[in-house]
């Protein structure tokens, strides 16, 4: 391989193959040269190399990185030959047959190229997906001196879409507007959410593993409907932000038992997460028989994590995810780019994907030191009891005793801290508990920072299940309020229609 860097690259560390000869010489960002490039030096190189097929790196694509375009240069010229005899043994086939076509190759992004015209930048019949692999292999053998990249059968990528403003709408409430909270790498991330999901709900493909970011966060637009289970594994809130997702915290009078806390003490290791999961999830989902799972696949538990104070390791989140056998997965938090995220990543689509994830390690990883300390089990233990007892009596549970005496509307207030935005926000929420649906929520939000001169905000929230009655007493109260408060936003699901005064 010839190699220019160019100012600021270490040769070192792009030598691939048993030769390599780096040259000197560059250009600067304007195209100006800085330092010229020894022509006797290029034809040294070439006698020396004598190779038949010769990949410039300059003609493979504008868009790859240099790095990249090293990598995808290479294996264009290293898989040349292969692929003419490919190519020559389809033609002979098809000649011996008397059959006179045009051929063309899918390429893994879905497109279409001639074969013929293949022959020249073999590379491009699976969109850079050689270098692509590579690239993995190399982050996740960075102890080893050798490593094997294989593309695995079965295992599709898929594009992004960006979602609208009304697919926003759906999900959030957004204050102001849209486009004031909403970034393009927002709806990005959203979009390929969306698009996994659409993906599986169409039959495309068994499973989906949406790898997005910036992630989402929490259940709160859920937390009044029955007709979703939602449940959470985390560290215990009283030892880590934001203060909440407590055993107590298990949903409104219309979904009790339907949001289910799980608490974990700091320290847990694998061994309590997968007890967690085998003794209680996995009980709750087969009688709860859902008709999709979705895992919002937070790796901020990891041992490596710098934010949290746990001790779960890739293979045990691997695990984790065999058992679940979710339909689709989103990547949500997990801050450890580099030690933790790209090992839990490979281990759960191998998990999903029903393939051998026994073999995905971290370069430091232990079992010897990830054994849980006898008393962390016995406080996980008591909260799995716990759950139990609330689980069991979701159907027969006074729910007067939980949530106090209420008649049409329960009422319950929230003090929430927006770290990010330096937003306090004091919430109260009172929900239309109706005998034939699961109601709606009306919203009144202040916040000691906000956007308006008047720091109030009221909302009313109409689920796409409502029944008749409680839509069109939910329609007046929103009329009522717009004459009454001056930012005043209705969601109605039902309608699908998002209006703010």
């Known amino acids: 391989m010839v190699l220019i860097p160019g100012p600021g690259l270490n040769p070192k560390h792009l030598k691939y193959g048993e030769e390599n000869l780096i040259l000197e010489g560059s250009i600067d960002h304007r195209g100006k040269e800085v330092k010229s490039v020894s022509a006797q030096k290029i034809k040294d190189g070439l006698a020396r190399f004598k ?7 300059h003609q493979i694509s504008g868009n790859l990185n240099y790095h990249r375009r090293i990598l995808t240069a290479y294996y264009n010229t290293a898989v040349s030959s292969v692929h003419q005899n490919f190519i020559n043994s389809i033609e ?4 011996e047959r008397d059959i006179e076509a045009e051929l063309y190759l899918l390429k893994s992004d879905g497109g279409t190229a001639a074969l013929e015209n293949s022959r020249k930048i073999p590379i491009e019949t699976v969109n850079s997906g050689p ?26 990528e898929y594009n992004p879409e960006i979602v609208t403003d009304r697919e926003i709408k759906r999900a959030h409430i957004c204050v102001p507007d849209v486009d004031s909270v909403a970034s393009e790498p927002h709806k990005i991330s959203a979009g390929g959410a969306v698009k996994a999901a659409d993906l599986v709900l169409e039959g495309i493909v068994d499973k989906g593993f949406a790898l997005v970011r910036p992630p989402g966060h929490h259940a709160h637009r859920v937390v009044h409907d029955p007709n979703v289970l939602h449940i959470s594994l985390h560290q215990d809130g009283g030892t880590l932000f934001p203060g909440s997702g407590f055993v107590n915290e298990f949903g409104g009078p219309t979904a009790y038992a339907r949001t289910l806390n799980i608490p974990l003490p700091p320290g847990t290791f694998d061994q309590g997460l997968l007890y967690v999961i085998n003794d209680f999830v996995l009980p709750v989902l087969n009688d709860f028989q859902p008709d999709l799972v979705i895992n919002a696949a937070g790796q901020d538990n990891h041992y490596f994590d710098p934010l949290t104070n746990m001790n779960i390791s890739a293979r045990g989140y691997a695990e984790m995810n065999e058992l679940l056998d979710p339909d689709l997965s989103i990547l949500q938090g997990g801050y450890s780019i580099e030690s933790a995220l790209p090992y839990i990543n490979v281990g759960l689509i191998l998990a999903v994907a029903g393939l051998d994830y026994s073999f995905v390690e971290e370069p430091d990883y232990d079992p010897d030191l990830l054994k849980e300390d ?22 027969s549970r006074d729910l007067k005793e939980v949530y106090g005496d209420f008649s049409k509307f329960y009422s319950r207030e929230k003090n929430i801290f927006y770290d990010t935005a330096g937003i306090n926000e004091s919430q109260t929420e009172k929900v239309r508990v109706c005998p034939d649906c699961q109601g709606y929520p009306i919203i009144e939000s202040k916040a000691a920072k906000s956007r308006f001169s008047s720091s109030q905000v009221m909302a009313v929230s109409i689920p796409k299940l409502v029944c008749d009655h409680c839509h069109q007493e939910a329609r007046e109260k929103y009329e009522g309020l717009k004459k009454e408060h001056d930012h005043v936003y209705l969601q109605d699901l039902k309608e699908d229609e998002y209006l703010s005064s």
């Open 374 to 395: 006898p008393s962390l089990t016995s406080e996980i233990k008591e909260t799995v009891a716990q759950l139990k007892k609330i689980w069991e009596s979701r159907e």
């Open 92 to 95: 002979t086939s098809l000649k």
């Open 131 to 156: 270098a692509a692999s590579i690239m993995g292999s190399l982050l996740l053998n960075q102890s080893s001196e050798t490593g094997i990249a294989l593309d695995i059968e079965g295992i599709v």
């Open 51 to 57: 190779e038949e097929k010769i990949t410039l790196g």
